[in-house]
């Protein structure tokens, strides 16, 4: 395999150039059914080449106008604890440009705080969306287990929109009851147009900082099978969709960054082929949102042969 990723096989623009910065996260130390998410940020940028440049949604080819760069991968370092290796990470990623859109493409979901710390140091306000609460303080030993991530985003300061969970152990019940900083949309719930609405209109009157974090298993198995840890119902595409028009419908939003976590590459590529086209669905509002389609055409596109 070559060392170099890509994504829609576009060269990689200098870090401190990009308008859109990929970080392949490849992490898998906690995963607790099934194995794969070291395998998936390769699997998502590989099937890229499979998608077209148009975004038919929001109606242009973005990267004729903005400049991508895949970073190379975040590695797992076995010699580091888990403490010193989601420290290193933040680190890594603090120093990295920020007039940009950042993208974490794990890997798996424990890395999402050190993502935030990075990108959000003050307090804002996460769009969380999974299948499980994720709240647990610690799991199987580790206070940096895929099932912690809300709680070590509580101890940041941060306020949490939860939506499509299904999952919820006893004490993330109790706490999310307590905690005045989350509001919670179970996915049942969500089937009602009422709630529905009322979770869109929440994620469109966000101000201030934002960061949204997405685990693959927020979407319904028969759309994306190629999960850790899938549960039953869930999100179908047009409803991601839907919220991702809704969240960048607002001109003025300050998103920090995005994560994209919690995959396994499966055999039949369609788990692959729906977060690679989800990451070109959130490249695309987000460069529109911010104007980029009146920019000149000098982005990555531009800069390879393509038919």
Not at 46 to 54: A, I, K, M, N
Not at 208 to 226: A, E, K, T
Request: overall charge negative; some cysteine.
């Amino acid at each position: 395999m070559p060392d170099t990723l890509q994504f829609l096989e576009m060269p990689n623009a200098p870090a401190d150039k990009a308008d859109i910065l990929i970080l392949p996260i490849p992490l898998e130390r906690t995963v607790s059914f099934k194995p794969g998410t070291a395998d998936a940020p390769r699997a998502i940028l590989d099937t890229s080449v499979q998608l077209e440049f148009y975004e038919e949604d929001a109606g242009w080819s973005p990267f004729k106008h903005m400049l991508l760069s895949v970073l190379p991968e975040f590695a797992d370092d076995s010699a580091l604890t888990d403490t010193k290796l989601h420290k290193t990470l933040s680190e890594l990623v603090a120093r990295l440009p920020s007039d940009n859109l950042f993208i974490g493409l794990g890997g798996e979901h424990s890395v999402t705080p050190s993502l935030v710390q990075a990108r959000m140091p003050e307090p804002g306000t996460v769009v969380f969306l999974d299948a499980h609460a994720d709240m647990r303080s610690s799991y199987e030993g580790s206070r940096f287990n895929h099932a912690c991530p809300v709680n070590r985003l509580l101890d940041q300061g941060h306020k949490i929109i939860m939506g499509g969970i299904r999952s919820l152990f006893e004490s993330e019940v109790d706490r999310i009851e307590k905690e005045s900083r989350i509001n919670l949309f179970l996915d049942w719930d969500l089937r009602g147009k009422e709630q529905w609405e009322a979770f869109l209109q929440m994620v469109n009157s966000l101000d201030g900082p934002i960061y949204l974090s997405i685990d693959m298993d927020v979407f319904n198995p028969g759309i994306v099978p190629g999960v850790g840890t899938p549960q039953p119902g869930g999100f179908l595409w047009y409803q991601m969709i839907e919220l991702l028009e809704s969240l960048f419908s607002r001109k003025t939003i300050d998103l920090r960054g995005v994560d994209i976590v919690e995959l396994v590459p499966e055999p039949s590529r369609v788990s692959e082929m729906t977060a690679a086209k989800l990451l070109l669905k959130i490249i695309s509002f987000w460069g529109y949102a911010n104007g980029f389609n009146q920019e000149p055409q000098a982005g990555s596109q531009t800069l390879m042969e393509y038919e």
